[in-house]
C-alpha cells in the first residue's frame, strides 16, 4: 500500500510540475509576443495602447485631387475646389448632427436627396427604438477620390478623414460603439452636377441641346457646340448639390 501512494504521489508530482511548467511556458510565450507587438510585458495593456494611438491616428484619405481638379476645372472653369470642400466638409458634419438630434431642422442649405437620407436614418432609428449620438465630430481632412461624367451627368465624389464618438442605445444602454473613445473613419460624400435642379428627373440628369442646330450636347460644361460650333450658352440655371454621403471604413481594434 505505501508503494502504491508513493506512485501517486510522484504521478501528482509529475502532473502538477508539467502544468506548471506549461503555465510558465504559455505566459512566456504571450509575453514575448506582447513585447514584440506592443512594446510592454502586459497584452492587455499593449491592447489598450494600441486602442488608444488608434482612436487619435486619422485614417489616411484616397485623394486624387491633383489628378482630377484639373480635369474639372478645364470641364467647369467656374468651379471653386475650395468652396465646394469647405461646404461638404460642413454639410457631412450638420447630417450627422441632425441624426444626434432626431430632426433635419437645421440642414437648410442641404439638397432634398441629402435630406431624405438623413430623415430615413432618423426613421428607422426610431422605428428600432434606437437614439444615435455623433458628437465631438472633426474633420482632418477632405480630397476628392473620384471624377465621373455618365447619363448627362457629372459626380465628383468627395472623401473626408472624420474623428467623432459614435455611439448606439436602446432602452437607455449602450449596445454599440463607446461614448469615451474615439471613432476614426472615412466618410464619402458625392457632388453632383445639375442643370435644372427643378426639371431634374428622378436620378437628377438632365439633357442639353444647342440651340443652334438642335444637337445634343454631350459633355457637360462645354461652352460651344461640337456640330455647329455655335455658342452654348445653358437655359437651365447650373447647380452643384451634394446628393449622398456613405461611410468607408471603420477603424477599432
Known sequence: MPDRWMVFAVIMLCVVGGAAGLVFYVRSRVRRF?????????????WKRQERELAATPCSVAGMT???????????????????????????????????????????????????QVRGQIAQ?????????????????????????KMGKCIITLQSAVEHIHYKERDGRIFS????????T???????????????????????????????????GVKRCEYCGSEV????????????????SYQRV
Open 66 to 116: 491633383r489628378v482630377y481638379e484639373p480635369q474639372i476645372q478645364r470641364d467647369f472653369p467656374e468651379f471653386n475646389w475650395v468652396q465646394f470642400r469647405n461646404k461638404a466638409e460642413n454639410i457631412l458634419v450638420m447630417a450627422l448632427g441632425a441624426i444626434t438630434a432626431g430632426s433635419i431642422g437645421a440642414m437648410t442649405e442641404c439638397s432634398e436627396a441629402l435630406k431624405e
Open 186 to 220: 472615412k466618410y464619402n460624400v458625392e457632388l453632383m452636377y445639375i442643370q435644372d435642379e427643378s426639371r431634374a428627373n428622378a436620378d437628377h440628369g438632365v439633357g442639353l441641346n444647342c440651340p443652334n442646330c438642335g444637337a445634343p450636347i454631350k459633355t457637360l
Open 233 to 248: 450658352t445653358p437655359i437651365n440655371m447650373q447647380v452643384w448639390s451634394l446628393q449622398h454621403y456613405y461611410e468607408v
Open 125 to 149: 432609428n426610431e422605428r428600432s427604438g434606437i437614439r444615435e449620438t455623433y458628437k465631438d465630430i472633426r474633420v482632418h481632412q477632405t480630397e476628392i477620390t473620384r471624377y465621373e461624367k
Open 34 to 46: 506582447s513585447r514584440s507587438m506592443f512594446g510592454t510585458d502586459s497584452l492587455i495593456d499593449g
Open 177 to 184: 460603439g463607446r461614448e469615451d473613445l474615439m471613432e476614426q
